[in-house]
């Protein structure tokens, strides 16, 4: 079957430092990748999209060099959370989709839950 | 303004009951309308997809429906289980994007 593995599942991190999460795409080819953030008692936020020969597009309150995200094949994606502080703990989502279509399959991960002292 | 917004917040049910999950949203133009479960910490797990204009689908004990034109869904839970305790999401596809707008989640608790 069709599965997206995130790891790590959780990491605790000291303000300021970084910490790297990833995303694999199993049993399916990985048309596009967004990565999502589901803040305390919030909903999730998207982060970015990343299409397959396309330039990855950040949401609005969201950027590159905060959120550095490689997509290098249509199994994997990586993103980065740079100088993480309070505010940007929370769970960390990857959903993949198949094909091209909007309403092609989408598949989620299990998250990585950043927690930031 | 929340675009997608979930009622009740949250619901105790008994195992056994049937409960009803309603979504209004004011995406505009709206594609497609996806429901997810998310156990306590962990990530989405899909149930349905509904598309057309006026659309029905069925997974299980999972039933939904679509209305665009009064931009309003509804997730049914047919003979719960203890294991239906989660929070439903709603979301909304956007026409001719990909991006998904999230709704605030309802939780469903059941009781044995």
């Known amino acids: 079957g069709a599965l997206v593995y995130q790891y790590p599942r959780r990491t605790i991190c000291k303000s300021g430092t970084s910490m790297r999460m990833e995303c694999q795409a199993v049993?399916?080819?990985?048309?596009?990748v967004a990565w999502y953030r589901q803040s305390p008692q919030k909903t999730f936020e998207l982060i970015a999209l990343?299409?397959?020969?396309?330039?990855?597009?950040?949401e609005q309150n969201f950027t590159q060099e905060k959120f550095p995200i490689s997509h290098p094949n249509l199994s994997f994606s990586s993103m980065t959370v740079l100088n993480a502080y309070l505010e940007d703990r929370g769970l960390y989502l990857c959903?993949?989709?198949?094909?091209?279509?909007?309403?092609?399959?989408?598949?989620f991960g299990e998250g990585s839950k950043l927690t930031v002292l | 303004k929340t675009q997608v917004e979930q009622s009740p917040q949250s619901l105790v049910v008994r195992q056994g009951e049937n409960c009803v999950l309603q979504?209004?949203?004011?995406?505009?133009?709206?594609?497609?309308l996806r429901w997810f479960k998310q156990d306590t910490g962990k990530g989405l797990v899909s149930l349905t997809v509904?598309?057309?204009?006026?659309d029905k689908t069925s997974n299980g004990r999972y039933s939904a429906t679509l209305d665009k034109d009064a931009k309003h869904s509804t997730l049914h839970i047919t003979a719960t289980l203890l294991d239906d305790t989660a929070t439903y999401i709603c979301?909304?596809?956007?026409?001719?994007?990909?991006?998904?707008?999230f709704g605030t989640g309802t939780t469903v608790s059941v009781s044995p």
């Open positions: 959903g993949a989709r198949t094909g091209t279509g909007d309403t092609g399959q989408l598949y």
């Open positions: 049993g399916f080819q990985a048309t596009s």
């Open positions: 990343s299409t397959v020969n396309s330039a990855i597009k950040y």
């Open positions: 979504c209004n949203y004011s995406v505009t133009p709206d594609n497609h």
């Open positions: 509904l598309v057309d204009q006026k």
């Open positions: 979301v909304v596809g956007a026409q001719g994007g990909r991006a998904l707008i």
